[in-house]
């Protein structure tokens, strides 16, 4: 049984809960079990508890995320126990949400009250989906009607949406579902990205890779759409070839371990299967890694533009180029390049760029070319 906890988020009237009806009734026809864990903020509004009536905002967040979190703790333990080969728990906005709503020093108050960090607490979902506010791109169906918790004008809701963007970025897996199509056509393109995550049979991934300039670091770090992840990576080799990679992910000292197995499927597909583990996993997995092939370290930018979501590894052993590299649901989709990139070429099925062929590079003591 494979066992996924995901986050449905986005702006103030965004089509969640049109969406969470769409997403239970597609995987339950296909023998998917989906439970639903109910928005917290809007219980607790609807029940007479909110920032008005408590203390301050800082009272209202930490008692809305200690809530919001037992919850899912309770579906996770309830989860394990049910029988079936998938089971999504399907998170009505998750546990960065929270950051938009208060101060960076507000939510480090909170999470040190909760024994949290952030690159854990992020992490801690296996993917996350954002739908876009109607407000940015669809505003005429922008209406606080259909939630008697919403107070958000269509500006203050944009702003909102982007914050909460801001808060997920640096996620391993965060895809933004925008309002360049009606809304039906945005449905289906949630759903399309998480079947691409959970796989039909199993979860692949289509990813195309830039060779770029050395990028304006500068630029990147001032960005509040992009978030530099630290990566070290590792990899167990069989004896028949085949090899699987660990990684420490993370940053200021506080990291996420992530066993992951791939194969070859086209020279763009990939089947990904990923598994979660802790540290003493980690380096148990260490000690067994192939002692002749380099681990990869490198810095990651992740970042948004047009609401795609970018990743950028800086590697210590050049200063005069980088990758850029976007995971997409069809081969034939396009992408829009961001302007501050200088692009290369395109070196998507260049098997010399590969992290596993670069490990073996550096292993003979040179650098990639």
């Not at 309002?179 to 995550?197: D, H, P, V, W």
């Not at 506080?254 to 299967?273: G, L, N």
């Amino acid at each position: 049984m494979k066992l996924y906890k995901i986050v449905l988020t986005g702006g103030p009237c965004a089509g969640k809960t049109t969406a969470i009806e769409e997403i239970k009734k597609y995987f339950e026809a296909k023998g998917t079990t989906v439970l639903v864990i109910p928005e917290t903020a809007t219980e607790l509004i609807n029940s007479g508890i909110s920032p008005a009536t408590c203390k301050n905002n800082l009272e209202f967040q930490t008692g809305l995320m200690k809530l919001q979190l037992e919850k899912e703790r309770v579906y996770m333990r309830a989860a394990s126990g049910m029988k079936g080969n998938k089971i999504i728990i399907l998170c009505d906005r998750g546990g960065m949400d929270n950051k938009a709503y208060m101060g960076s020093e507000d939510f480090c108050r909170v999470l040190f009250e909760l024994k949290e960090s952030e690159p854990h607490l992020r992490e801690s979902y296996d993917a996350v989906f954002h739908l876009v506010t109607a407000a940015n791109g669809a505003r005429s169906f922008y209406t606080k009607k259909n939630n008697t918790a919403r107070r958000e004008s269509p500006e203050q809701a944009v702003k909102i949406d982007n914050s909460i963007i801001s808060a997920w970025v640096g996620h391993s897996h965060l895809r933004i579902i925008d309002n360049s199509t009606g809304f039906n056509q945005k449905l289906k393109r949630l759903i399309a990205e998480i079947n691409a995550f959970i796989g039909d049979p199993e979860p692949f991934e289509i990813e195309r890779k830039y060779l770029i300039r050395f990028p304006d670091l500068d630029r990147l770090n001032s960005d509040p759409f992009c978030r530099r992840t630290e990566l070290s990576q590792s990899y167990i080799s069989y004896p028949d070839g085949r090899y699987f990679r660990v990684r420490r992910r993370g940053s200021d000292g506080e990291y996420t371990y992530i066993k992951t197995f791939k194969r070859k499927v086209s020279d763009m597909r990939r089947i990904e299967i990923e598994e979660s583990l802790t540290r003493e996993q980690y380096e148990s997995c260490l000690l067994d890694s192939d002692a002749s092939i380099c681990s990869i370290e490198k810095d990651r930018y992740c970042f948004v533009y047009n609401s795609q979501y970018f990743e950028l590894d800086v590697f210590p052993f050049w200063n005069d180029r980088a990758f850029l590299e976007i995971e997409l649901t069809d081969e034939n989709q396009s992408v829009s390049l961001p302007p501050f990139v200088e692009v290369i070429r395109d070196v998507t099925t260049d098997d010399r760029y590969k992290n596993y062929s670069m490990a073996q590079t550096l292993s003979r003591g040179e650098i990639p070319d």
